[in-house]
């Protein structure tokens, strides 16, 4: 549970941030249709739910900044029991007013004049340039006259790079869920089974647990199926032999994870898999013990890269000096995608990787990222040695960057390859 309170500093905080005599807007996520007259579930925008912990639609966060000072409004739905009747209760500009630490709230509906007059007398506008609400632009038809115009999402995605301690605490709510997915995931029998009846596994533990599958979609790759890297159709059967690679995580209190194992169909281990799989977990084990406030992601990047061009050159997969290999990018070929990346509302969380001036930012206590290396293998690349061919492979954790070093919020979840195969056994 976030408090009020921590919604009110952060509001504070994107004050200071913002240049004097500004009107700051920013509205709630407009409810997007999936066909016809049916919407997709409701999900608020991660900017708007940073800062206000607010989940209806129809609503919008003023801040206007004089001097040094400034004031925030909240603008909700008023409560109008005819359109409750089809779409649920809403909270309602009492209540709002009740529960919200700002300065006044008011109904949606007055929106558009408060900013009119508000506007007169500021010359700096922010929104986000990615909304497109009405009151957005409304805000742009008067920013065309003599306002300068900024980004909302960047001073906010800015405060989202490091996170709290209630925000890391929600985090570890929703990997208690994921753990318990994967765990039964691997005491499952698989072989015949369809990779969307083990998605279904993970979306009845999430929905039952009372958290979200769709921080992203699941992805469940039988076999030669795992080198598509955003493989979501998970309609093939499992076969004995082959492994599975599962990159599933919910959605719990607006908070992501994002946990991939790959395990064996048939609860163990070839003596191919076993080599491949070993390499891509002591890379993983070794990126993570490198976390610490001031390591530089790229640096990671490049030991990881590093690691997976020594072990295929080992393996055979590769031929040639690991030095020119690395150089001319040949590793790319079977480990293409970046180590991690942030995680935090958004499973990708869209906080900047660089400064203002394009230098790269390091890693800070309170940020939250992935690590996830693989080797993706394809079935019909017959410079692979065979035994090989067919296998891809991740193995993926959230880590938390901590004063001292790092933490990993997944660590309980198996993946050492004896943990993995007691588990099917047990
Ligand atoms: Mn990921």
């Known amino acids: 549970m976030i408090q009020e309170k921590e919604y009110a500093k952060r509001r504070a905080r994107l004050a200071s941030l913002l240049q004097p005599n500004s009107i700051a807007l920013l509205c709630s996520a407009e409810p997007k249709i999936r066909s016809n007259d049916t919407e997709y579930p409701y999900r608020q925008n991660s900017n708007f739910y940073y800062l206000t912990g607010f989940t209806e639609p129809d609503a919008a966060l003023v801040i206007i900044k004089g001097k040094k000072s400034f ?147 699941t992805i469940v790759a039988g076999g030669n199926n795992a080198n598509t890297l955003h493989y979501i159709k998970n309609d093939q059967k499992l076969e004995a032999g082959e492994l599975i690679l599962i990159d599933a995580g919910c959605e719990y209190s607006y908070y992501a994870t994002d946990i991939t194992r790959t ?58 000096s690991v030095k020119k290999l690395l150089k001319k990018k040949k590793h790319k070929k079977y480990f293409p995608h970046g180590i991690g990346h942030y995680m935090g509302i958004d499973v990708h969380d869209s906080c900047p990787y660089k400064t203002k001036k394009g230098k790269e930012i390091p890693l800070k206590p309170g940020m939250v990222l992935t690590i996830e290396p693989g080797l993706y293998l394809p079935k019909d690349d017959k410079k692979i040695p065979k035994k090989y061919r067919g296998t891809g492979i991740r193995i993926e954790d959230d880590i938390l960057v901590t004063k001292e070093g790092c933490e990993n919020l997944s660590a309980d979840i198996a993946k050492e390859i004896e943990e993995i195969e007691t588990l099917y056994s047990s």
Request: charged share 30%; net charge positive.
């Open 71 to 217: 004031q925030t409004y909240l603008f909700v739905q008023p409560k109008d029991p005819q359109k409750e009747l089809w779409n649920g209760s809403v909270l309602g500009v009492k209540k709002a007013k009740k529960r919200f630490l700002v300065d006044a709230v008011h109904s949606i509906e007055h929106l558009e004049a408060f900013l009119q007059k508000e506007s007169e007398a500021r010359s700096e506008f922010y929104y986000e340039f990615a909304q497109s609400t009405k009151a957005v632009q409304k805000v742009q038809q008067l920013s065309q006259k003599s306002y300068t115009r900024h980004n909302l999402t960047k001073p906010i995605e800015r405060l989202r790079l490091q996170k709290s301690p209630s925000e890391i605490a929600l985090i570890k709510k929703g990997m208690e869920i994921t753990k318990e997915a994967h765990h039964h995931a691997m005491q499952l029998a698989k072989e015949g089974m369809m990779e969307y009846e083990l998605q279904a596994e993970f979306e009845y533990i999430f929905t039952k647990r009372g958290a979200y599958s769709d921080a992203y979609t």
């Open 263 to 320: 395990i064996p169909v048939s609860g163990k281990f070839s003596d191919a898999q076993r080599e491949l799989y070993s390499l891509v977990l002591d890379v993983e084990k070794t990126i993570i013990s490198m976390i610490k406030p001031g390591v530089m992601r790229s640096d990671l990047q490049k030991v990881a890269e590093r690691m997976l061009c020594e072990g295929m050159v080992r393996l055979g997969i590769l031929q040639g």
